[in-house]
């Protein structure tokens, strides 16, 4: 089983090793971290770079893929035509097309979502309907073999659902065991219902500001036009 | 503020890469990813490159560290011994030393665990008391300035709660907020005491034979020679 994570400048590292890291222990599997050119990737932090291995058109038929998403990087890659063209091109052959985060604007930029269901981070919950998607807030949403992950680290849930599905719940059980995934968060504000409305507002605010920032005059006419609560 | 997170070959990713993207947030915060030589460093599984900004020479006050862990990486780490060197240096000086998952065994090593209390991954649990610590069952431990987390994705878990340390505990939910951290996991298999038995049991059996097998004659003069349940 080959498994591709999609890889460029300005992702969100968690968005791509969580799943990287539960998958990993599939039995046989290979997984290859590709990018529209080979070569290093600045993550939206700038403080980590990555090693994107193969191009795409070197990984024409995974099996599985994976897409993150980035506070910067989002807007970029959803459009870039050739990871448009690829995601076109090999999901009509993915046992699964899944997406983490805002990563599912990218998905939903090749018009894979068009028609169905799916999430991706809070903030960017209304971003989904101008690609014909219907948002659910779900800590991720299974729709045939699409899956979509909420934000960040809700990538790290879906890998091992897909885990199970893929190799078994007894087995991917025993993967929950070694990554020593029994979490236990010292605060409980890790969804809008859950954290304080001045919270949700603040987070709102910086971010905003952030990708007005980031993305300067490009913001407007991005996909994130609609990236807002 | 500065944070340095210690890379080498053979560390598992998510050790590592969860507490970056939690800190990463802190207002401020420089975040450079450290290594004796920089470059290119391929985790555990080989699948990913992860890049190594700057060597620990150049890195020589740091307010905070990480020390990752890695399946087959940590057995070299800790006995290198320009790590070692560097880290009784900067931990007379640094605000907090932190491990994950069997990094905590580089920092044993290192001394700087000798007597007091800290946690590790559950395999490895055996391992921390030839280094003069008392181990703990628990998510992550804390001794002064001292923080050691269980396995892999509970480095999560201590990040966010370092960041309610240094930049206030309002502010770490909006961070949590940000990374959607809000766990779901579909099975609740993640720590010895919730695992069923026989899962544990082929879990250790898999590693045994991976350690065995990928550290060969090694493995039983190396640091991993209690490296069992």
Same mark, same amino acid.
């Given at each position: ?37 080979s070569g ?22 995974p099996d599985?893929?994976?897409i993150p ?37 990218? +998905?939903? $930029? *090749? /018009?894979?979502?068009? =028609? &169905? ?9 209304? !971003? ?18 699409? +899956?979509? $992950? *909420? /934000?960040?680290?809700? =990538? &790290? ?9 893929? !190799? ?62």
């Amino acid at each position: 089983m080959q498994i591709a994570i999609l890889v460029y400048d300005g992702l969100t590292a968690l968005d791509a090793i969580g799943p990287y890291e539960v998958l990993s222990h599939i039995p046989n599997v290979e997984i290859v971290f590709v990018a529209t050119s080979s070569g290093n990737k600045k993550t939206d932090t700038k403080f980590l770079t990555l090693v994107a291995e193969k191009t795409l058109a070197e990984v024409p038929s995974p099996d599985v893929i994976i897409i993150p998403g980035g506070t910067i990087g989002t807007n970029n890659a959803a459009k870039d035509i050739h990871v448009l063209n690829w995601l076109k091109e090999v999901h009509q052959t993915t046992q699964w097309t899944t997406s983490v985060c805002t990563g599912a604007l990218i +998905l939903g $930029a *090749a /018009g894979i979502l068009d =028609g &169905i269901e799916a999430t991706t981070h809070w903030y960017a919950r209304n !971003a989904l309907a101008q690609f014909g998607a219907k948002y659910v807030n779900a800590r991720f949403v299974e729709q045939g073999k699409v +899956l979509t $992950a *909420a /934000g960040v680290s809700a =990538g &790290i849930d879906m890998a091992l659902y897909l885990v199970g599905k893929i !190799a078994g719940e007894d087995y991917a059980q025993q993967v929950q065991l070694i990554l020593e995934y029994d979490p236990q968060p010292p605060f409980d504000s890790g969804s809008l219902s859950k954290a304080p409305a001045i919270f949700s507002e603040l987070v709102c605010h910086r971010l905003t500001t952030y990708l007005q920032h980031e993305l300067q005059a490009e913001f407007d006419s991005s996909i994130f036009a609609n990236y807002k609560l």
